[in-house]
């Protein structure tokens, strides 16, 4: 018996892994071979596509890698491949790697829970992160977002299940830990990540969590440390009250924020603009689709994603720097969230209103497919 129930659970544990693996692997090889990006920068940038699996893993196993695969693809992540030298990220993916090796032999030869697994690569990305050390890394801060949205929305959705579903557990320490450590190296890293902090906050007061003393401590130290960072490096006196409509008319790209920019119509077009060309207009449509039936059955984790997505909104509309796209990754790693749970929801609806025909779900899943073949196809200049 013994022997059939450690067997069960180390099959549920390499389900569990299998679909972020998948993703980073064909990402992986998308980025050495199409994307003719160097091996150790590669590893990097498929180690923030496995945390994007994980965290889509929770809908759907196949929707979770082609989710994963549209970030991979997107214009502004495809950015980061290419020739160049090896960064800090690319050695933290190197560090990743060995994480993943690790997790293989733990569920092999231990029974380990997913939350303590996530808390060892976390840590090992910390801590080859700190031995490095490259300041305000762009593919460091896209890897430490995916990674502190997955443990943030499991949080969220281990303490607030759907009510159907009757189980409701509490999160591991694990899941405070990861947190704190993930923001911390972010903002250490580019003081901007400083952004990801209201919804951190709201997702452990959702999820019930009841931190110690030390941990509120801490966490308002690198909120001070990241808000503090945040003004020196993007605010400056000269431009901070510079008319934003006197901007727009002249053209103005500066890297620093307009206080009056969320006024100006043009911005907002902008943002709209800005997805558009990342997933084009259906794409935009399904995540607010998926917004509004993420919120009907997750609440806790729409509010979250909600106040997530519009802090980066609101730092995008303000915010004049030609590098803004690229600033801006973890709202679309949001907006992906929400369009995949529309997927997600609409092979749910098929299955419910047309039962009698087999596996017409399968539609759903087929059609999400053709969104990371034509980015796929746009980033190797086929289409």
Not at 240 to 245: H, T, V
């Amino acid at each position: 018996m013994n022997a059939l129930n450690s067997n069960r659970l180390d099959q549920a544990l390499l389900r569990y892994w299998m679909p972020a693996l998948i993703a980073g692997i064909l990402a992986l090889i998308a980025f050495v071979f199409i994307g003719q990006t160097p091996i150790p920068r590669a590893l990097g940038m498929a180690a923030s596509i496995t945390g994007m699996a994980l965290m889509l893993r929770r809908f759907d196993p196949l929707l979770a890698i082609l989710g994963s695969l549209s970030l991979a693809f997107s214009p502004a992540f495809w950015l980061q491949t290419g020739a160049g030298e090896t960064t800090t990220a690319a050695l933290l993916g190197i560090g990743l790697l060995i994480g993943v090796g690790l997790i293989i032999l733990l569920i092999w030869f231990a029974h380990v829970p997913p939350s303590l697994i996530t808390l060892l690569i976390i840590f090992a990305a910390v801590i080859v992160s700190l031995l490095i050390g490259a300041p305000r890394s762009l593919r460091v801060t896209t890897l430490i977002s995916t990674w502190l949205l997955y443990v943030l929305s499991d949080t969220v959705l281990t303490a607030n299940p759907r009510p159907e579903s009757g189980v409701v557990q509490q999160p591991d320490r694990q899941h405070l830990l990861s947190m704190l450590v993930l923001l911390t190296v972010g903002v250490v890293n580019d003081p901007l990540f400083i952004l990801l902090a209201p919804a951190t906050i709201l997702g452990i007061g959702l999820s019930g969590l009841k931190p110690p003393s030390w941990y509120w401590v801490a966490l308002l130290a690198v909120i001070i440390i990241g808000v503090r960072g945040t003004i020196i490096q993007y605010v400056d006196t000269d431009w901070w009250l510079f008319p934003a409509q006197s901007a727009e008319a002249l053209g103005l790209r500066v890297p620093y924020i307009l206080s009056g920019g969320w006024r100006e119509a043009s911005r907002w077009l902008y943002l709209i603009n800005l997805i558009g060309s990342q997933f084009s207009g259906i794409g935009l449509a399904l995540a607010v689709l998926g917004l509004s039936r993420l919120s009907r059955w997750y609440p806790p984790l729409g509010v979250v994603s909600m106040v997530a997505f519009a802090s980066y909104a609101l730092f995008g509309l303000v915010y004049y720097g030609n590098n803004s796209t690229i600033l801006l990754l973890p709202m679309l790693i949001i907006l992906i969230i929400w369009m995949t749970y529309a997927i997600y929801s609409l092979g749910q609806w098929l299955q419910k209103s047309l039962s009698s025909v087999p596996k017409i779900q399968w539609i759903s899943s087929l059609l999400y497919m053709i969104l990371p073949l034509v980015l796929l196809g746009r980033a190797a200049g086929v289409i």
